[in-house]
């Protein structure tokens, strides 16, 4: 099955700065490739995604890199606030002819942003 | 537009217990996945209802059993508790067929 690394677990950056967390995966045939931001206690909740057939996608201060070569990808967040920190996942999934597969998701990075 | 709603919000279990989770999903979806979340780990496929049937599963014991009513809503049932059951259920809903899924609150285990 497919297997979802993640890095950094932790991610200290000073308010203003960008924060960059990779993922990889291991399944060549996985197309999509979404991120969740999760809150203390809360839910996840997607911020943004990415299909392999798109190289990058760009929302506002974050934007999602993918290399299918390389079976990896990445998240970008530029200009960080405080409202940013939180625990960010990444996950993979294919379309397999009918349902998308259930996500893979990482381990997660916790994301810190100092004032 | 009511969003994917879970219940109960918190529960306490004894081991060896049963229990059931229910889950409404986002108006207008009709296919539920539940994932289980472990503290500091991240959220692990359990397994997706569709058309009233289990489509696909991951990696969890047969104690995991799930049901999906005609309004789309679901429940997962957990049998025979163990302590390592202990986490957060999160229940997604999305469109058959599509890969974008939105996530309840979750309903938070504990097995004592």
Same mark, same amino acid.
């Given at each position: 099955g497919e297997n979802v690394e993640q890095h950094p677990s932790t991610l200290s950056v000073q308010e203003g700065d960008s924060a960059v967390i990779k993922c990889t995966y291991s399944d060549s045939a996985s197309n999509y490739f979404p991120w969740y931001k999760q809150e203390l206690g809360k839910r996840p909740q997607l911020i943004i995604d990415i299909r392999s057939n798109v190289g990058e996608k760009k929302d506002q201060r974050i934007a999602v890199t993918l290399n299918k070569t390389a079976k990896h990808f990445s998240l970008h967040i530029t200009e960080?606030?405080?409202?940013?920190s939180a625990v960010y996942f990444c996950a993979a999934s294919k379309d397999n002819g009918g349902g998308a597969d259930g996500l893979t998701f990482g381990k997660g990075t916790h994301l810190i942003i100092q004032p | 537009d009511a969003g994917v709603t879970q219940s109960p919000t918190h529960l306490i279990k004894t081991r060896g217990q049963q229990v059931t989770l229910r889950c409404s999903p986002k108006s207008g979806h009709d296919t539920v996945s539940w994932y289980q979340q472990a503290l500091g780990q991240g959220p692990q496929f359990i397994f997706q209802y569709y058309e009233e049937e289990e489509r696909q599963r991951g990696n969890f014991p047969d104690r995991f059993s799930g049901h999906q009513f005609p309004n789309y809503s679901s429940e997962l049932n957990v049998n025979? =508790? =163990? =302590?390592?059951?202990s986490a957060l259920y999160l229940c997604a809903s999305s469109f058959w067929g599509g890969n974008t899924i939105y996530f309840g609150e979750g309903s938070w285990l504990t097995v004592v």
């Open positions: 960080t606030q405080p409202e940013d | 025979a =508790l =163990l =302590l390592g059951d």
